[in-house]
């Protein structure tokens, strides 16, 4: 058995795991994304924001929060790039850009989104 | 939108394919073999057909070991499960796919199999000898890919089906990113098994592909069922193709991989390879020339497919994917390609590269403004 393999056996891959953001006691997967989406506040947002390295989540960064928060809540799932730039008029790259970890793995894990697990393998 | 992601599947397919199956699916769209009036009896003589041509295509002796699957990794599964016994041994190597990785690992899990692989140089080609020197007394297989879905490189098969033929150790190959685009000569390289898929290279559809035995190779089937022949006994078929066959067959999938034979011999292999490589070495030179771009195992293109995986020094590779895609309407991909162990060896991993991966179908202009993509993106490393 290779140690990789071994590890990747070990942890599961749906670990998930009980903690204290911002006052609140959730549930997250083991990449830190929400369990249970009812998780969601304000005040976890910006606790998982901040253990991303941003300090204070900006007003443009919540703009995006919200518009995520609000495409998923109507569509039932995450917007797809052209609705990112459509809906916020704002280019891939400077979206990317605003949030250390990216869209994906940033703005939609700070906006309480399911983890996207997308076929990054 | 220009379409770089080809080893995950060649899109567009030729029209002319896609036009004939559904033509000829529309009037020969019965179960082949199941029942005694004519048109599936032409039914089955069609999937007759189309298994000679895969024989021929791939240089095996008999059409009747020609077993279609619904991909390469289900043709791997069935002969890695098919082949393998508690207590065998089994050489890969590092290049793999999940395609071969996780079965073998899985019979590992199960205490059937002990497996080693084999490492790949900087260059990102297996040494034979490498192989030579793992094989062992109880060693029953070979598996290796025959050209790395991350990296691209074509490694030596024909070399290390000497090796494997010197040791009477059967060999299997994964054909999933060659087939359609380098001749494959099962019979020449002393082949156990070949693997491959209809909707890469070959250009077919998705759905459709085929695992290709030697008459020599033993297995057992690993699924049973309904074969169309011999019904009343409870005992599956044992003779070939039906050995390792169930169910009804994809025949849509199979007039698709019929006319993709027809489609390759028209505009043939050699002309579809000098084109992507004539494309694929364009790209090279022009991602080279990029500050802040690592390319990996591309300094020499004689022996790949039109492949090739970078990185922006300072940028998840994903985020470049999704800028690749939204602001310059690139489609790539991007992660470890289901190989974990070459990103590793790569110190890639986990967050893997950026693969660029050609088709018949692309130009220059759309290579050209990959490379100016990734300029652009690698520009804004320092703002992001």
Known sequence: ?121 | MIYLDNAATTFPKPASVLNRMLEKYLGMGVSPGRGSYDLATEAEAFVDDTRSRAAKFFGAPDPERVIFTSNATDALNIALQGMLKPGDHVVSTRLEHNSVLRPLYHLRLKGIIEYDLAPFDGSGFVDPSEIAAMIRPNTRLVVMTHASNVLGTVQRVSQVGEVCANAGVPLLIDAAQTAGVIPIDMGAWGLAGIAFTGHKSMLGPTGIGGLILSPETEIEPVRFGGTGVDSASPVHTETFPHRLECGTLNLLGIIGLYEAFSFLERETMESIRRREMALLSRLRDGLSRVSGVTLYCAEDLADHVGLLTANIRGMDPGKVGAILDGDFEIAVRVGLHCAPLVHESLATAPEGGVRFSLGPFNTEEDVDRAAFAMAEIANAVGRC
């Open chain 1, 1 to 121: 058995m290779d140690d990789r393999a071994a590890r990747y056996l070990d942890a599961g891959s749906v670990q998930q795991r009980v903690r204290l953001l911002g006052g609140k006691e959730v549930l997250l997967d083991k990449e830190g994304f929400l369990w249970r989406p009812e998780d969601w506040t304000e005040g976890v947002a910006e606790a998982l924001a901040a253990e991303s390295g941003i300090e204070t989540l900006s007003d443009e960064q919540w703009r995006v929060i919200r518009f995520l928060r609000e495409y998923f809540s109507y569509y039932g799932r995450a917007p797809l790039n052209k609705d990112l730039k459509a809906g916020l008029n704002m280019s891939i790259m400077e979206l990317e850009c605003l949030f250390p970890e990216g869209i994906r793995r940033g703005a939609r894990r700070v906006a309480g989104l399911p983890n996207p697990r997308m076929c990054s393998g």
